[in-house]
């Protein structure tokens, strides 16, 4: 089984900057694509920002041009870079990720993480 581990969040001020992470761990699996979720108290669970193995990346309208979503394969690892925060940027971060575990046969899964809040203060 795989495992998702965010960090990085944290309070900021108005126009700071935070870079959250997600670590995916276990053994025996390929990710297909990595994303970022928020949502805040008493709103709808929000796409952030999802990349592909290949880098193809997606951003949320809300979000284009102030977060760079990256990730570093061979750690399995996904970023978020959040520049010029604004304080409706306040929720808690979910990583999400899909891949393919090798065994016989082999399966596919959607993993998500525990959550990370990012609180944006005015």
């Known amino acids: 089984q795989v495992q998702l581990v965010e960090s990085g969040g944290g309070l900021v001020q108005a126009g700071g900057s935070l870079r959250l992470s997600c670590a995916a761990s276990?053994?025996?699996?390929?990710?297909?694509?990595m994303g970022w979720y928020r949502q805040a108290p008493g709103k709808q669970r929000e796409l952030v920002a999802v990349i592909t193995s290949g880098g193809y990346t997606n951003y949320a309208d809300s979000v284009k041009g102030r977060f760079t979503i990256s990730r570093d394969n061979a750690k399995n690892t996904v970023y978020l870079q959040m520049n010029s925060l604004k304080p409706e940027d306040t929720a808690v971060y979910y990583c999400?990720?899909?891949?393919?575990?090798?065994?016989?046969?082999?399966?596919?899964?959607?993993?998500w993480g525990q959550g990370t809040l990012v609180t944006v203060s005015s």
């Open positions: 999400n990720a899909h891949m393919v575990v090798m065994t016989i046969p082999l399966k596919y899964l959607e993993v």
């Open positions: 276990g053994s025996d699996f390929s990710i297909n694509a």
